[in-house]
T-cell receptor, first 111, second 114 residues
Framework: AQSVAQPEDQVNVAEGNPLTVKCTYS??????LFWYVQYPNRGLQFLLK??????LVKGSYGFEAEFNKSQTSFHLKKPSALVSDSALYFC?????????FGTGTRLLVSP | DTEVTQTPKHLVMGMTNKKSLKCEQH?????MYWYKQKAKKPPELMFV???????INESVPSRFSPECPNSSLLNLHLHALQPEDSALYLC?????????????FGSGTRLTVV
């Protein structure tokens, strides 16, 4: 079955520093991968997706993700973190007729 | 219109009440979804509707009853809920059940069962 893993419950980073939120996947066939962000008491907002093509995917709010087939990873990155990036981040993979979500990583950006 | 609208935003109900959650989208999406999300946990799929027909029921208890009256509207009818059903209920839609296009999520209904 398709699955994703987010090994870190929380990531702490200082404002202005680069950030990375990790995601690894396990799929049969080609992976369709997504990142979503969730602010408190809100729904999930789409950040970016990898279907095929360039391994570096650019998304909303300055985020990007690097698809690495050999390491089965799809890490989310941003060159310079903002306090407003503090939120819950979910990696997801397409399963059968549904998205399968990772457990989520809380990103805390300190001023 | 690129939004999924959910009403109400907050709902408090007793265990003997009957209530409904509503979800609406006008993006022409033909697949709609209900998810349940507990605090600090990932969303869990409950139901999938494709072309107004129920295509997936993830073994959800019968006290949750979905309804898709038309291609733009999705309801979730609630009856005799338990306190452990308190959660954020998220609606989502996607293009013609092509999950690879990704979902558009609503902001959710925060449900508290007392």
């Amino acid at each position: 079955a398709q699955s994703v893993a987010q090994p870190e419950d929380q990531v702490n980073v200082a404002e202005g520093n680069p950030l990375t939120v990790k995601c690894t996947y396990s799929v049969s066939g080609n992976p369709y991968l997504f990142w979503y962000v969730q602010y408190p008491n809100r729904g999930l907002q789409f950040l970016l997706k990898y279907i095929t093509g360039d391994n570096l995917v650019k998304g909303s709010y300055g985020f990007e993700a690097e698809f690495n087939k050999s390491q089965t990873s799809f890490h989310l990155k941003k060159p310079s973190a903002l306090v407003s990036d503090s939120a819950l981040y979910f990696c997801a993979v397409v399963g059968f007729q549904k998205l399968v979500f990772g457990t989520g990583t809380r990103l805390l950006v300190s001023p | 219109d690129t939004e999924v609208t959910q009403t109400p935003k907050h709902l408090v109900m007793g265990m003997t009440n009957k209530k409904s959650l509503k979800c609406e989208q006008h993006m022409g999406h033909r697949a709609m979804y209900w998810y349940k999300q507990k605090a600090k946990k990932p969303p869990e799929l409950m139901f999938v509707y494709s072309y107004e027909k129920l295509s997936i029921n993830e073994s959800v208890p019968s006290r949750f009853s979905p309804e898709c009256p038309n291609s733009s509207l999705l309801n979730l009818h609630l009856h005799a809920l338990q306190p452990e059903d308190s959660a954020l209920y998220l609606c989502a839609s996607s293009q013609e059940n092509r999950v690879s296009y990704g979902y558009t999520f609503g902001s959710g209904t925060r449900l508290t069962v007392v």
